[in-house]
């Protein structure tokens, strides 16, 4: 199955927002809801980066790696890593998966890989 | 605007304490309002992020108040995540200083370790933003991580420089009877030793067990007064001169430079302007070190050393007991513990008790000026006091 997550666009000024909030932050414009929606880019590179240790306990892995991805069109967003020897800077390709489960629910996000 | 005093200060043990949540935030109230000498106030305030979910208990100053009879005093308990202390302190500040009330009684707790150490991690986690940063996992020590690894790369910062604040807190805390952590610890144990990887693992990359605060229970307390209140009480002088808030994005991805903390900035101005000081009339301070690397970042942003120049000060046992500015001198959250509903009141406590010279052997000498830093969020909600003694 094919699944994005958006970016927001700002109808009035054009600015980007990702994660969703309902006033610009660039022209604090506050009409409701005045934001086009676009997929995030799938490929950018990796700002920053953990290996946690210490997970909750639905998590049935040792250590979940998470970085933060700074896009192809300068967005940033936040997503887990698949990635052995994450190295800040280095090209990275991400994908949506299931990224938490909960008894009844399962929550999708941006898996990264290396490009 | 009336001028705000500290009248009264009272903490509990910070550790693992087998008493119901409002209990601990009651001793810690009766201890503030003996120490003040007042048995009546006008309104209480109580700081604590997760009574709710923690301790399936709602409405806390309530309970609170009629556990003291201060009956029929206003109460509201005030959640504003790790900044909740703070964020009490201010509103106390505000209903002294309107005219509205004359004696407000602020009180932080905390009662954590009722569930096991995974549940308080995710329940803390909770405060990230819910479908860009909490569906992946991230914890607080996580985004301590990630921000660390990025200080590091930029200014070179190393596992050293976090280890010695690890060691300057936790053995700070040796000299504060209410401290949570009572065991000594050297940078070989922690670092050099063959052992030092066992005893210190990665909680998250680059981050160790040591360079994290304990998950403690706890509860902290202050009496404010106006003016004419204090005198008539007798109690030593200590002003509130000045408090700063800010906020920032609640993703953390989403700041323009990913190592700034520009509400801990703002807030740190803000109040230093309010109470028309500088950084460097400051004599000691508590910074919000729940993670190693924020307090050598907070010292930078509020304005203590240049930027990037942190950890050098650090290495010159400038931030020690003794040093230029000592940090943390009662342990900080790292020695002392962080019931985090109770961390920004328990760090006001410290600073009375050192600007009244009841410090004993963690005495800064001659302490007048004192600062708090009170870390929200990871950075998107900060609160900064500023206090002066008064002759
Ligand atoms: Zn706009």
Known sequence: ?115 | MRDVYVAGIGITTFTRLEYPLVEIASYASMMALRDAGVTEVDQVYVANMGSPRVNHQTALASAVVDSLSLMPAGAAAIENGPASGAAAIKAGFQAVASGMDDVVLVAGAERMREVNNLEATDFVATLTHPLAEYIYGVTLPAHAAMFTRLYMERYGVTERHLAMVSVKNQNAALANEWAHLQQPITIEGILDSPEAMTNNPYVAEPLRFFDACPVSDGGAALVLVSEEKARELGRPLVRISGIGQATDTHAVFERDEPTDLLAVRKAANDAFAMAGITPQDVDVAELHDAFTILEIVESEEVGFFPRGEGHLALEKGETALGGTIPINVGGGLKGRGHPVGATGVAQAWEIVTQLRGDGGTRQVEGARVGFTCNFGGFGNNVVCCTFVRES
């Open chain 1, 1 to 115: 199955m094919d699944r994005n997550i958006y970016a927001y666009v700002c109808r009035r000024c054009g600015a980007s927002h990702y994660p969703f909030r309902m006033v610009c932050k660039e022209c604090k414009q506050n009409d409701f809801f005045e934001f086009d929606t676009v997929p995030l880019p799938r490929t950018g590179s990796l700002v920053t980066w953990t290996r946690v240790h210490n997970l909750p306990a639905q998590y049935e892995v040792a250590t979940l790696g998470i970085g933060i991805v700074e896009l192809e069109n300068g967005m940033r967003m936040l997503g887990q890593l698949e990635i052995d020897e994450p190295e800040i800077g280095m090209a990275v390709v991400g994908e949506v998966d299931v990224v938490r489960r909960e008894p009844y629910d399962s929550y999708y996000g941006m898996v990264f890989r290396a490009a």
